[in-house]
């Protein structure tokens, strides 16, 4: 049996308590959650920003209506 038996691993994370002490352990495992949670927040944000807008989210470019001079008339709504 090798290091990696899951009697291993209990005894490793009971003198990693005790050494460490409870306390310490719990705040250092709520400290790598709250990365965790901060890196998928920051990729999540970065997915948003750089998404284009869809079909429906865009306006449609219209060309105002001029004249035959070459003045602009009004501005074409749709």
Request: hydrophobic share 40%; proline share 6%; net charge neutral.
């Amino acid at each position: 049996m090798g290091f990696g038996s899951p009697i291993h691993w209990l005894i490793f994370a009971v003198l990693a308590i005790l050494v460490l002490g409870g306390g310490r352990f719990s705040n250092m495992m709520g400290d790598v959650a709250k990365g965790i949670k901060q890196f998928k927040k920051g990729m999540a944000e970065e997915d948003e920003a750089s998404r284009p807008p869809s079909r429906i989210d865009a306006k449609p470019v219209v060309d105002p209506v001029v004249d035959r001079d070459g003045n602009r008339v009004r501005d074409s709504e749709i």
